[in-house]
C-alpha cells in the first residue's frame, strides 16, 4: 500500500473513479477510489466467549469461497461462480435468502465488477420471496474507499456496527441505482438513509458479507446477529 503501483495499475486498467468518487452500485459509476484501512476482529467459541464476559456481536454461520475459474481476463468478474458461491453459502449456514436483511456487497464502483455482483444478489437474494421482503444493500467502499487488503473486514466491522444499534447504515451516492436490475421487481434495495434494521421471529438479524478479488477469487460469508440488550 505505500508503492504506488496499485494506482499505476488501476490507472492503466480505467478503474480508477474519474471524480474522485466510489459510487457502488450506481448509474454513475466510472470506477474504484484507493483507501486505507485496518481492521481486527476477534473469533473464539461463543460459549468461552460468554465465560469471559465479551460481548457476542455474531454468530458465524456460514462460510464460503471459490474461483471463477477459467475466464478470457485475470480481471473479469464472474456472476455465475458469484451466485453458486452466494447459494452454497446459504444452504452451509441454513438460512434462507429472503431471511437476510443486509448484505454488504463488495462494490468497487467498477462497471463490469458491479454488473456481475448485482446480477449474482438479485438471481440469488433479490428474486428469491418476489419482492415481499425488502434486502437492504450497501459497501462501506462508498464511505472510506476500497482499502485492498481489508476491503472484507472493513465490510464485516461495518455490518457488527449495524447489528449493535440495530440500524441499516447507509451509503453514499445512491440517487441513481445502477441500470444493471430492475430495482421495482426485486427485493434488493440500496440503503440510501439511516433505516431500522428489525430482527426475525426467532430475534436474530442475518446478514451476508461479499469479498471478491481482481484474481477470480470469491468470498461470502453469512452471519447471525442476536438482538443486542
Known amino acids: 500500500m505505500n508503492s504506488p503501483m496499485a494506482y499505476y495499475s488501476f490507472s492503466?486498467?480505467?478503474?480508477?473513479?474519474?471524480?474522485?468518487?466510489?459510487?457502488?452500485?450506481?448509474s454513475e459509476a466510472t470506477g474504484t477510489v484507493l483507501g486505507e484501512a485496518a481492521g481486527v476482529l476477534v473469533v473464539e467459541h461463543e460459549s468461552r466467549a460468554r465465560q469471559m464476559g465479551r460481548r457476542v456481536y455474531a454468530r458465524i454461520l456460514g462460510i464460503g469461497s471459490t474461483h471463477n475459474g477459467k475466464s478470457r481476463l485475470i480481471s473479469a468478474p464472474s456472476a455465475q461462480a458469484q451466485a453458486?458461491?452466494?447459494?452454497?453459502?446459504?444452504?452451509v449456514a441454513g438460512v434462507s435468502a429472503d431471511q437476510v436483511g443486509l448484505i454488504e456487497g463488495h462494490g468497487t464502483a467498477k462497471c463490469a465488477d458491479d454488473r456481475a455482483e448485482l446480477l449474482a444478489l438479485n438471481e440469488v437474494y433479490g428474486l428469491a420471496n418476489g419482492g415481499r421482503h425488502r434486502t437492504a444493500v450497501g459497501s462501506v467502499k462508498s464511505n472510506i474507499g476500497h482499502?485492498?487488503?481489508?476491503g472484507g473486514v472493513m465490510g464485516m466491522i461495518k455490518v457488527l456496527l449495524c447489528g449493535?444499534?440495530?440500524q441499516i447504515a447507509p451509503g453514499l451516492c445512491t440517487e441513481n441505482p445502477s441500470y444493471d436490475i430492475d430495482w421495482e421487481t426485486t427485493s434488493l434495495a440500496l440503503a440510501q438513509g439511516l433505516e431500522s434494521w428489525p430482527v426475525c421471529d426467532d430475534g436474530m438479524r442475518y446478514a451476508a458479507v461479499s469479498s471478491f478479488s481482481v484474481t477470480g477469487s470469491n468470498a461470502h460469508v453469512l452471519l447471525g446477529l442476536p438482538e443486542q440488550r
Not at 12 to 24: I, M, Q, T
Not at 84 to 91: A, F
Not at 147 to 150: E, G, N
Open 12 to 26: 492503466r486498467l480505467r478503474a480508477l473513479s474519474e471524480d474522485g468518487h466510489c459510487k457502488s452500485y450506481s
Open 164 to 166: 449493535v444499534h440495530g
Open 147 to 150: 482499502s485492498q487488503a481489508a
Open 84 to 91: 453458486r458461491l452466494m447459494r452454497k453459502t446459504l444452504q
